[in-house]
T-cell receptor, first 111, second 110 residues
Framework: GENVEQHPSTLSVQEGDSAVIKCTYS??????FPWYKQELGKGPQLIID?????GEKKDQRIAVTLNKTAKHFSLHITETQPEDSAVYFC??????????FGKGTMLLVSP | DVKVTQSSRYLVKRTGEKVFLECVQD?????MFWYRQDPGLGLRLIYF???????EKGDIPEGYSVSREKKERFSLILESASTNQTSMYLC?????????FGPGTRLTVT
């Protein structure tokens, strides 16, 4: 089955800096790559996703890039703010199959 | 907004007890999912359901069962709780890909 590796497990940045979280996947049939944000005491929430026919997608301060050849995708957050502090999960899915999640990255943004 | 509610935020049970975790969604979604979340292990799929009375095993179904008698309700059952089932349990609904999560139930088995 699909295997998703996510790095780093923790990431500390200063407010205003950029943050990058990277994931690799194993199944070449995977074609959907979402990112979820989990704030303390809450369930994960979808923040951005990308499909395999697209190389990059942006939504305000967040962007996701996908390299299908290398089987990796990344989340980029610019101008980080304290409210960006959370656990972030990447995931992938081949076809209409269920999601396989990475192990998560705890992002800490210091004022 | 999609609303996914879980019956309890915190639950403490004894080893060997039968435990029911309930999840209700208000968006008429076909698909519902149960995950467990453990530090360093991420989210792991236990069971999912594509329709009423339908169920499919996920990656870690051992020690669990599920019930879906109505479209809006999906229950996770621990037939005989064990300490290694102490975890955060998350219910989700939606499309197979775009999922909406409940707030989670933190279960402690002593």
């Amino acid at each position: 089955g699909e295997n998703v590796e996510q790095h780093p497990s923790t990431l500390s940045v200063q407010e205003g800096d950029s943050a990058v979280i990277k994931c690799t996947y194993s199944d070449s049939a995977s074609n959907y790559f979402p990112w979820y944000k989990q704030e303390l005491g809450k369930g994960p929430q979808l923040i951005i996703d990308i499909r395999s026919n697209v190389g990059e997608k942006k939504d305000q301060r967040i962007a996701v890039t996908l390299n299908k050849t290398a089987k990796h995708f990344s989340l980029h957050i610019t101008e980080t703010q304290p409210e960006d502090s959370a656990v972030y999960f990447c995931a992938s899915a081949p076809g209409y199959s269920t999601l396989t999640f990475g192990k998560g990255t705890m992002l800490l943004v210091s004022p | 907004d999609v609303k996914v509610t879980q019956s309890s935020r915190y639950l403490v049970k004894r080893t060997g007890e039968k435990v029911f975790l309930e999840c209700v969604q208000d968006m008429d979604h076909e698909n519902m999912f149960w995950y467990r979340q453990d530090p360093g292990l991420g989210l792991r799929l236990i069971y999912f359901s594509y329709d009423v009375k339908m169920k499919e095993k996920g990656d870690i179904p051992e020690g669990y069962s599920v019930s879906r008698e109505k479209k809006e309700r999906f229950s996770l059952i621990l037939e005989s709780a064990s300490t290694n089932q102490t975890s955060m349990y998350l219910c989700a609904t939606g499309l197979a890909h775009e999922q909406y999560f409940g707030p989670g139930t933190r279960l402690t088995v002593t």
